[in-house]
């Protein structure tokens, strides 16, 4: 029983941190991408 406990919490903490890592991507890359839109809104003007 504990075993597998172990196990499911194993799997949750995995798919948790790939989340969080996907978010930590999509947030950096809109930074990103705000930073070129900034740029973009200089140039233009």
């Known amino acids: 029983m504990r ?7 194993n799997n949750i903490s995995k798919l948790e941190r790939d989340i969080l890592i996907i978010i930590f991507r999509i947030k950096r890359r809109n930074v990103k991408l705000g930073h070129v839109r900034n740029w973009l809104d200089l140039f233009g003007k």
């Not at 075993?3 to 919490?9: G, H, P, S, Y």
């Open 3 to 9: 075993k597998a406990l172990v196990k499911r919490q």
